[in-house]
């Protein structure tokens, strides 16, 4: 299972003034995660895989944990976060949830109360040295120039690992209707960003009849 290293060094070329803090990289470790904790993950990358058309990124926001749809790529990704911080930071949710009813008068203590519950829960998914994590996510332009090179200078499979590139296969299963993929994840298709999409699936090992036919229809 993905933990997210936070805080480490990353060998003797990276150096840091503050001890690499706000640095994070995830890694792959098999020991971790319980029975269930892994049968949660695989269903909402199937959940995710079925339901890309319909469930856009933009339409979940991080700062409503609550609300977060388990068929959105946002809450894959994010489930691994969750998980992590849930054990290293105990939820401490001893509020009452408060509840108004139409024209009912706001009191000060429903305010307090309120905010006390949303900042407990934002604590929680902060990293031990300081910083919130997150994923820079949106833009499907940048990682293709990493797997084009590391292909090229024969470095694929040294560099990233059987689970970073089954990742990396899932992440950019986010194919537009039209087949085409676009520029970002919400974005329409573009020769370009299809061009880019299609070279790298099929570098890291994808058929021509790949994806459930995806990669044909692209």
Not at 21 to 27: A, C, L, P
Not at 82 to 95: A, G, I, T
Not at 206 to 211: C, F, L, Q, R
Request: include cysteine; hydrophobic fraction near 40%; glycine fraction near 10%.
């Amino acid at each position: 299972m993905w933990r997210l290293k936070i805080a480490e060094g990353g060998g003797p070329w990276l150096r840091t003034n503050n001890k690499h803090k706000g640095r994070q990289v995830w890694e792959f470790d098999p020991s971790l995660g319980t029975p269930e904790e892994i049968a949660e993950v695989e269903r909402a990358r199937e959940e995710f895989r079925k339901n890309r058309f319909e469930m856009k990124h933009k339409l979940r926001s991080p700062h409503a944990l609550a609300a977060i749809d388990k068929k959105c790529f946002y809450f894959y990704h994010f489930l691994f976060t969750l998980m992590q911080f849930s054990k290293e930071n105990p939820l401490e949710m001893d509020f009452p949830i408060i509840k108004l009813q139409d024209h009912e008068d706001v009191a000060e203590e429903a305010v307090l109360t309120s905010l006390r519950r949303a900042i407990s829960r934002i604590l929680t998914l902060q990293a031990h040295d300081g910083h919130w994590p997150g994923d820079y996510g949106g833009p499907m332009f940048l990682l293709p120039g990493l797997i084009i090179t590391l292909y090229v200078t024969g470095a694929l499979n040294t560099v990233l690992t059987p689970e970073h590139q089954k990742e990396i296969l899932l992440y950019h299963a986010l194919q537009n209707k039209d087949g085409g993929w676009g520029l970002h994840i919400e974005g329409t298709s573009t020769m370009f960003g299809t061009a880019l999409t299609y070279v790298i699936l099929r570098l890291l090992g994808e058929g021509s009849d790949g994806g459930d036919g995806a990669l044909e229809k692209g």
